[in-house]
């Protein structure tokens, strides 16, 4: 594969400046049918051309994937974090992305039978061919936009419980809450049972499958205290071990902020 013909779309050449350098032979680009182009790549002698052709062709496919993507992306709140996030991924995979397309430029290369010279058109590749290629991206670009609109969906939800307990009226002072590891105790600075309490005004069928950090958040949202003293078993709550009641604190103390204060210790 001593000389390589590719052909490109306008917009695809133009996303690419490394096509204009010195991969390019000293022959012109030349103009195919309107708005395709046809740029001859020459060989080195390590090979490099077709790893170009590779890395190409995977970048363009996540172009291609992605405009078939473009309205769900426009409505994430950060989309340049799904953008980050997905370059990332896009960067470990490929090393198996690149078997997929090099089985295929193979392939390609002895049906035309020609040893000198070789034709890659990238956009009837992407269009017709790719399918591993195209599935494996598609799955990537919906798996991280499903992370990035759940991410956002908890922001817009911790920020709503943050005004809601920044706007409306504590009805108590004080509240002391013992984290232990699969269950809490919270009592007023009288020693009465909060949880009891509030378990006492709701039908059970209501509270029978929740979950303790739901539990807790949604009794610290009904009596909304100006002061949480919360004290935490650290030797049982490590981040390895408990990542979840980790993510409890966080919670808490990004909606309750200077009201949460946590005690080294019981």
């Known amino acids: 594969m001593q000389c390589v013909y590719l052909d490109v779309t306008t917009e695809q050449l133009g996303r690419h400046g490394l096509l204009q350098s ?46 078939r993507r473009k309205h769900q992306v426009a409505q994430l709140a950060e989309s340049a974090r799904f953008y980050t996030q ?24 002895h049906r035309q039978g ?25 799955t990537l670009v919906q798996d991280i936009y499903q992370n990035c609109r759940e991410a956002q969906e908890r922001e817009e939800f911790i920020a709503l419980l943050r005004f809601c307990a920044a706007t409306q009226q504590s009805l108590l002072d004080d509240v002391y809450i013992t984290l232990q590891m699969d269950t809490f105790t919270m009592v007023d600075i009288w020693g009465n049972d909060l949880q009891q309490i509030y378990l006492d005004a709701l039908p059970a069928e209501e509270y029978e499958d929740v979950q303790m950090h739901d539990l807790l ?22 981040a390895e071990q ?25």
């Not at 408990?242 to 080294?264: A, S, T, V, Y």
């Open 22 to 67: 010195d991969v390019l032979a000293d022959h012109q680009t030349q103009s195919l049918h309107g708005h395709y182009h046809r740029v001859p790549l020459q060989d080195s002698g390590c090979g490099d051309v077709k790893q170009q052709l590779i890395q190409l062709t995977i970048d363009e496919c996540v172009h291609w994937v992605l405009s």
């Open 217 to 238: 958040l949604s009794i610290l949202m009904t009596m909304l205290p100006k002061t949480i003293h919360l004290f935490v078993e650290w030797d049982t709550l490590s």
């Open 242 to 266: 408990h990542p979840n009641h980790q993510k409890l604190l966080q919670l808490l103390d990004q909606i309750f902020g200077d009201r949460l204060c946590i005690e080294n210790s019981l």
């Open 86 to 109: 997905l370059w990332e991924r896009v960067r470990l995979l490929t090393p198996q992305l690149s078997l997929f397309v090099s089985h295929d430029i193979d392939r390609c290369y």
């Open 114 to 138: 020609k040893h000198s010279m070789f034709h890659w058109n990238l956009e009837g590749y992407l269009r017709f061919s790719a399918k591993k290629l195209k599935w494996t991206l598609e």
